[in-house]
T-cell receptor, first 116, second 107 residues
Framework: DSGVTQTPKHLITATGQRVTLRCSPR?????VYWYQQSLDQGLQFLIQ???????AKGNILERFSAQQFPDLHSELNLSSLELGDSALYFC???????????????FGPGTRLTVL | KNEVEQSPQNLTAQEGEFITINCSYS?????LHWLQQHPGGGIVSLFM???GKKKHGRLIATINIQEKHSSLHITASHPRDSAVYIC?????????FGTGTSLTVIP
């Protein structure tokens, strides 16, 4: 158990809908990362938040947005869903912003999103 | 062009064999990560390297910054090592992932 929790575990929805994925980091970790893993694209970095502020942005679509709240949990919002958004979405947390020993990432169990 | 290339893509080994997985990257990194993804989907971070060599149990990771190359070694492999191993290059504000090496260790 990494200490990172993600809800829900599974989500099935229809095209055009909007969903929210939730992540609670390990106690004490200030950074939260979101990743998407699809069959055809593999793992992709979406976005990182550090202590409530956006720290780094990867291949995140404009239809997707995220935020980190004062209690450090994070939500990833996916809207106007398409079939191609079906994937595993992982959240990870780390102590620090980047580099150094404190940046080891701890992964949550993932949310499997199926768009029908 | 992929920023991170891994080889081999698939690997089958007999229990007890020494295993090497290679990772080459083309970006400037702040750290190189090795991840393990189990058949159930869960991901575990094995190593984070910015230079030299790290060892954890039967796993060893090395990195050559000049050659932009890293290797993950597993000594005395065991069936429980069967998983997908993923290399990721962290640049400080971006992460690039390899496509993974699927390892099967046969008893």
């Amino acid at each position: 158990d990494s200490g990172v929790t993600q809800t829900p575990k599974h989500l099935i929805t229809a095209t055009g809908q909007r969903v929210t994925l939730r992540c609670s980091p390990r106690s004490g970790d200030l950074s939260v990362y979101w990743y998407q893993q699809s069959l055809d694209q593999g793992l992709q970095f979406l976005i990182q938040y550090y202590n409530g502020e956006e720290r780094a942005k990867g291949n995140i679509l404009e239809r997707f947005s995220a935020q980190q709240f004062p209690d450090l949990h994070s939500e990833l919002n996916l809207s106007s869903l398409e079939l191609g958004d079906s994937a595993l979405y992982f959240c990870a947390s780390s102590l620090s912003r980047q580099g150094g020993r404190g940046n080891e990432q701890f992964f949550g169990p993932g949310t499997r999103l199926t768009v029908l | 062009k992929n920023e991170v290339e891994q080889s081999p893509q698939n690997l089958t080994a007999q229990e007890g064999e020494f295993i090497t997985i290679n990772c080459s990257y083309s970006v400037g990194i702040s750290a190189l990560h090795w991840l393990q993804q189990h058949p159930g989907g869960g991901i575990v971070s094995l190593f984070m390297l910015s230079s030299g060599k790290k060892k954890h149990g039967r796993l060893i990771a090395t990195i050559n910054i000049q050659e932009k190359h890293s290797s993950l070694h597993i000594t005395a492999s065991h069936p429980r090592d069967s998983a997908v191993y993923i290399c990721a290059a962290g640049t400080g504000n971006q992460f690039y992932f390899g496509t993974g090496t699927s390892l099967t260790v046969i008893p």
